[in-house]
């Protein structure tokens, strides 16, 4: 079993920043493949970044792409999401997604692995 917790979020101006965190609890809990999606208000949830267990490789949409920082900690629990220049059309409630120990991250894994409850983003113009 793995526990999935995420902040960080909150309101910020357009063009503002905000660095959200995930950690990783339970029995095994370290170097699991993890990523961000996104869900906004009438929209289907979407895949934002995806990292590595070993944090040596990183995806992103192109939506956030030069803009979102996705990051691990050297003990393998904590996944940062740095998010820069954000939009209104970044706000949305994020959730942090876990899939196996030490693999690539694979979207298929929104389908069989472990999710954190949210939080919310909200970025006014």
């Known amino acids: 079993q793995l526990w999935l917790v995420e902040s960080g979020g909150g309101s910020v101006q357009d063009g503002g920043s905000l660095r959200l965190a995930c950690l990783a609890s339970?029995?095994?809990?370290?170097?699991?493949?993890m990523a961000w999606y996104r869900q906004a208000p009438g929209k289907e949830r979407e895949f934002v970044a995806g990292?590595?267990?070993?944090?040596?490789?990183?995806y992103y949409a192109d939506s956030v792409k030069g803009r979102f920082t996705i990051s691990r900690d050297n003990a393998g629990n904590t996944v940062f999401l740095q998010m820069n220049t954000l939009r209104p059309e970044d706000t949305a409630v994020y959730y942090c997604?876990?899939?196996?120990?030490?693999?690539?991250?694979?979207?298929?894994?929104?389908?069989?692995?472990?999710w954190g409850q949210g939080t919310q983003v909200t970025v006014s113009s």
């Open positions: 997604n876990a899939g196996p120990r030490y693999s690539d991250y694979d979207p298929r894994f929104a389908e069989s692995g472990f």
């Open positions: 339970g029995p095994a809990s370290s170097h699991h493949a």
């Open positions: 990292i590595s267990g070993s944090g040596f490789s990183t």
